[in-house]
């Protein structure tokens, strides 16, 4: 049950990070920090790029439901990502 609590939580920060991150690059805030997604954004739609690896790291979080610890610790991970946007959407 707890894995599917930690999925659940993880899918709910990726969408928060979307948004911070999409909002963070719309208002010119901050830049991208990923060098490979900084690049295919200059090349391609930027909330598509963002939406297509949101969805990845999603699916890779579906893939890692059997291993609690890792989600949890992606979990931390982005509540700390997100932290930061805010931050820098706060000035």
Request: glycine share 6%.
């Amino acid at each position: 049950m707890i894995n599917y609590i930690l999925l659940a939580i993880f899918i709910a920060l990726q969408c928060g990070d979307f948004y911070t991150t999409y909002t963070i690059l719309k208002t010119g805030k901050g830049h991208e920090a990923n060098p490979i997604l900084a690049t295919l954004m200059a090349k391609l739609d930027m909330a598509g790029v963002l939406a297509f690896f949101k969805l990845a790291c999603i699916l890779i979080g579906v893939a890692l439901l059997q291993y609690w610890y890792a989600l949890a610790l992606l979990d931390i991970l982005y509540v700390w990502v997100i932290y930061n946007n805010l931050k820098v959407l706060r000035g």
